[in-house]
Antibody
Framework: QVQLVQSGAEVKKPGASVKVSCKAS????????IHWVRQAPGQGLEWMGV????????SYTQKFQGRVTMTRDTSTSTVYMEVSSLRSEDTAVYYC?????????????WGQGTLVIVSS | SSELTQDPAVSVALGQTVRITCQGD??????GSWYKQKPGQAPVVVIY???NRPSGIPDRFSGSISGNTASLTITGAQAEDEADYYC???????????FGGGTKLTVL
């Protein structure tokens, strides 16, 4: 079945960077956009941005502009999301999700989530 | 602040019907979807395109839209429906996505 498998949990110090991976399987990787969503402890879902695996174009919400970079590797069907200049407020579970469009916009499936802890 | 507004918490008696709403101007122009999330798990879509139910989702889940308000209705709520529910759509520019703040559903 269609699956997104994310990399494991990370613990980082403030000011460092973290790179989370999301490996897709059982579908044509370049046909579907991948979105990143994060969830701080006890909080709601927050949309971060999207990457088009076909060409690599990206769009980020303003909050993360300049601090988040999304890339992809078509040879391994993997999308990466890097957050730089980490601060404690970036402690969250980060999810990738495949976008289904034409004509509707929805996310399915989601990755299992990657916990990133930022602590000194 | 979110461009999609949800009530923070709703409760329903076992077997009764509950409606969870999501309000936002972008819903007049773009489709909404609903996601169910249980503690420690990734979200799962329960409604897409305002009214469509993916395969595998029980038919007690239904969606509707009226003006700028999308609704998720659970008819005959079960204990396993207790979860957080989030709506999602595009923002007012149409370029980005936005989630509602989420509604915690308690089944009594």
């Amino acid at each position: 079945q269609v699956q997104l498998v994310q990399s494991g949990a990370e613990v980082k110090k403030p000011g460092a960077s973290v790179k989370v991976s999301c490996k897709a399987s059982q579908y044509t990787f370049t046909r579907y956009y991948i979105h990143w969503v994060r969830q701080a402890p006890g909080q709601g879902l927050e949309w971060m941005g999207v990457i088009n695996p076909n060409g690599g174009s990206t769009s980020y919400t303003q909050k993360f502009q300049g601090r988040v970079t999304m890339t992809r590797d078509t040879s391994t069907s993997t999308v990466y999301m890097e957050v730089s200049s980490l601060r404690s407020e970036d402690t969250a579970v980060y999810y990738c999700a495949r976008e289904i469009t034409a004509p509707y916009d929805w996310f399915d499936p989601w990755g299992q989530g990657t916990l990133v802890i930022v602590s000194s | 602040s979110s461009e999609l507004t949800q009530d923070p918490a709703v409760s329903v008696a076992l077997g009764q019907t509950v409606r969870i709403t999501c309000q936002g101007d972008s819903l007049r122009s773009y489709y909404g979807s609903w996601y169910k999330q249980k503690p420690g798990q990734a979200p799962v879509v329960v409604i897409y395109g305002n009214t469509n139910r993916p395969s595998g989702i029980p038919d007690r889940f239904s969606g509707s839209i009226s003006g700028n308000t999308a609704s998720l209705t659970i008819t005959g709520a079960q204990a396993e429906d207790e979860a957080d529910y989030y709506c999602n759509s595009r923002d007012s520019s149409g370029n980005h996505r936005v989630f509602g703040g989420g509604t915690k559903l308690t089944v009594l």
